[in-house]
């Protein structure tokens, strides 16, 4: 059923706010004048914030559509065949037929406003996936029932629980023939613990799933029993409180416990990760879909019942970081977390935030970060897929953007008055940008054109990442792997007419120090008048690599051998040598730099004289410190079909790789856990499917630096251009 998105408004409700009356494609915003939507702002407890995550092909986007449809939001489903899904409504979504960015979509239930946040599964674009943690109060992590737990899945459930955030699983696709529910529901329990237990079960035609939580349904079901299942979550989750487990096991059954005293327990042990549910369903039957429904709207936590966010603030005496709580009231001031940033054609630059305190207005004044001076917001919309509606306000733990404010940024935080100018949320677990590809703009007259349309796609995408090597004398562009950077160079041609040159990039070392030396350097210049002076004698030494800045630079001069104010001279002539290498190029860290003593002359010494003999003195002393070029070496997890277990791991082994784990997984699938060195997998992807046939996947992510082997390190040092002149 292939729609036409640009009139599908017609068919949608941008729910809690009256439909727009729509003749034609008029789904975006314009400089023309638009009425203002009220948001008959909702009480904070009503909100149901839920990030779809896992597996590409398990089934999210259509999942997403299907709850759309059954809540009556859309009339009709679309199909990710058609392109005409509304997550994936993108030309290039359509075309490769994967979700490439994540969607905020909303509908109501049960008198609930359900922000739900459908995300990618390619695991090239898990970065996009995870920055929508700090938005939600549940992460539900989709399972193909057929393939059962995979790397994103594992991914996924290990990260949100590193985030303290509520889980749910969600096992799609009930309804394949292939399928084993119960053997999976065992993998699943393995995988993630005991405390991952069915909240419903299928029937036994999987057509439809039996409730066994608080809305007992009836029916047989295909494993377990009813009475069972539901025996074994309220064992599960009395048991994190002393009173109402006495009270259980003294009658022998939960007759004697109110509904709202279990609510609360279910909710506390998913809080505490006491509990995951196990939800079943077929998001192309339906089955199951009106128990899950339920589920989101009765017995999820809401804004007021989640954990809190990880927020901090630097004390203002000693910049010491402190914990900072939001409180989710709506007359506190504001607080918001911009967690996306996208470009739209009619609407400009949009900030997608979470209000975790406050009520932001529009045309009200924000403040975004450290900035000092404030911001209008001309622009405070509701987003359903790739529409925009504005409204009046928006309340805590809702979801919704801003527009046309070009300052917004990925991870801000959005607040009003300068005392909350330091909060900001603690760091995700993002994914370090790893796979290069060196690029060369096709057309030279097109630099300025490259420059504005890369500073948007950067703004975008938080693994994303552009670099100048002065080494290789190449601009790298970096992302998590093949397809992330293939999807970005045809972004490029397609939507702003640039075309690149594109070649594997040459390996981005890093080089270090494994012993101490000491070194000094004179640098003397007369030509006439005044002339520059000045000498740095100082030692370096390694530092633990754990080391938080892998830098630290210390004046441990007496007696007034060089004056004070030269020291950050000398310090800027360090840091360039650390950007720029000492041996052979690269940027260099993990070195503690101690300036012991030195000489200065009344009027000849200058910064520029302490800038140079402090670079000249580092280079010097890191030569004798016994240098090293580190590379970083990637943790990679490699799923591909049973028989073709050896041949991966033979292959690896030729990469310098180190098998650490095998797995076996349903489907006669298995995974291969490996580390290796990064400069050796620029063209795994092609040999994966050349091994594979197509049906192998990766994931590959950052896990530490070792140092090269001594010949590679020998030809690297060797070939090396020198320093330039100072």
Not at 310 to 331: M, T, V
Not at 545 to 556: K, L, M, R, S, W
Request: hydrophobic share 35%; glycine share 8%; charged share 25%.
């Amino acid at each position: 059923m292939d729609v036409d998105l640009g009139k599908r408004v017609s068919h949608i409700q941008i729910c809690g706010l009256p439909a727009r009356s729509v003749d034609g494609p008029t789904t975006r915003l314009s400089s023309e004048r638009r009425p203002i939507v009220s948001n008959n702002a909702r009480p904070t407890e009503d909100f149901r914030n839920i990030a779809l995550v896992g597996q590409t092909g398990s089934g999210k986007t259509l999942l997403a559509e299907r709850l759309l449809f059954s809540t009556g939001t859309i009339s009709r489903m679309g199909s990710i065949e058609g392109g005409s899904t509304f997550s994936d409504w993108s030309d290039e979504e359509r075309h490769h037929q994967h979700s490439l960015r994540t969607t905020m979509l909303h509908f109501e239930h049960e008198g609930h406003m359900v922000n739900l946040i459908d995300t990618p599964g390619l695991a090239d674009f898990a970065g996009h996936a995870i920055s929508v943690f700090p938005a939600v109060e549940t992460v539900a992590v989709v399972i193909d029932a057929h393939s059962g737990v995979e790397p994103m899945t594992r991914r996924m459930m290990k990260i949100a629980k590193q985030r303290n955030l509520p889980r749910m699983i969600i096992v799609n696709k009930i309804d394949d023939p292939t399928c084993d529910l119960e053997m999976l529901t065992e993998q699943i329990r393995g995988s993630f613990g005991a405390e991952c237990l069915p909240i419903n079960l299928p029937t036994k035609d999987k057509s439809d799933t039996v409730s066994v939580f608080d809305d007992e349904g009836e029916g047989q079901t295909l494993f377990s029993s009813e009475e069972d299942a539901h025996q074994a979550i309220i064992e599960q989750i009395v048991e994190i409180q002393d009173d109402l487990m006495d009270k259980y096991l003294e009658d022998g059954d939960e007759s004697n416990i109110t509904k709202q005293q279990l609510h609360d327990v279910f909710e506390q042990a998913l809080r505490e990760g006491h509990l995951v549910p196990i939800c079943y369903c077929s998001a192309k039957s339906g089955a199951g879909i009106d128990s899950m429904l339920h589920i989101f709207a009765s017995l999820l936590p809401n804004p007021l019942e989640g954990n809190p966010r990880p927020f901090l603030k630097r004390a203002d005496d000693d910049g010491e970081e402190i914990s900072f709580a939001a409180d989710e009231q709506a007359d506190s001031s504001v607080i918001a977390h911009i967690f996306k940033v996208t470009t739209d054609p009619f609407v400009g630059k949009l900030g997608v935030f979470r209000v975790h305190q406050g009520t932001i207005k529009s045309k009200s004044k924000i403040l975004i970060g450290d900035q000092k001076k404030p911001l209008r917001i001309g622009h405070l919309l509701k987003r359903q897929g790739k529409e925009s509606v504005e409204v009046d306000s928006l309340g805590p733990g809702d979801i919704g953007a801003i527009g046309k404010i070009d300052e917004v940024h990925f991870d801000a935080v959005l607040h009003e008055g300068h005392d909350l100018d330091s909060v900001y949320l603690k760091a995700l677990p993002l994914p370090k940008p790893m796979y290069g590809l060196a690029i060369e703009l096709k057309n030279h007259a097109d630099e300025t054109k490259f420059s504005t349309a890369l500073h948007k796609i950067l703004a975008e995408d938080p693994c994303l990442k552009l670099e100048r090597i002065k080494a290789t004398k190449q601009t790298v562009l970096r992302g998590l792997g093949e397809l992330h950077l293939r999807i970005i160079i045809e972004r490029l041609k397609d939507q702003y007419g640039l075309e690149l040159l594109t070649e594997v990039p040459k390996v981005a070392y890093r080089e270090s120090i494994t012993g101490m030396a000491e070194a000094s350097y004179r640098h003397k210049k007369q030509s006439g008048g005044s002339g520059q002076f000045g000498e740095v004698h100082l030692r370096v030494s390694p530092l633990p690599t754990d080391h938080e800045d892998g830098f630290e630079f210390v004046n441990a001069t007496v007696g007034g051998s060089i004056p004070r104010q030269f020291m950050p001279a000398i310090e800027k002539g360090i840091r360039l040598a650390l950007e720029h290498g000492a041996v052979a190029g690269y940027p260099m860290s993990g070195v503690k730099i101690e300036v012991f003593d030195g000489k200065f002359h009344a009027v000849d010494s200058k910064e520029i004289a302490f800038i140079t003999a402090g670079k000249k003195a580092f280079i010097e002393a890191v030569t004798k410190a016994k240098p090293v070029l580190l590379e970083p070496i990637v943790h990679l997890e490699v799923t591909v079909p049973s028989d073709k277990m050896g041949d991966i791991a033979g292959d690896l082994s030729t990469k310098r790789g180190r098998v650490q784990d095998t797995q076996m997984l349903p489907g006669g699938m298995c995974t291969v856990v490996a580390q290796a060195p990064l400069s050796e997998l620029q063209n795994f992807s092609t040999e994966l499917k050349s091994i594979t046939g197509g049906a192998g996947s990766y994931t590959m992510d950052f896990s530490h630096e070792e140092n090269t082997p001594a010949h590679i390190q020998q030809e690297v040092i060797a070939a090396f251009a020198g320093h330039d002149d100072e």
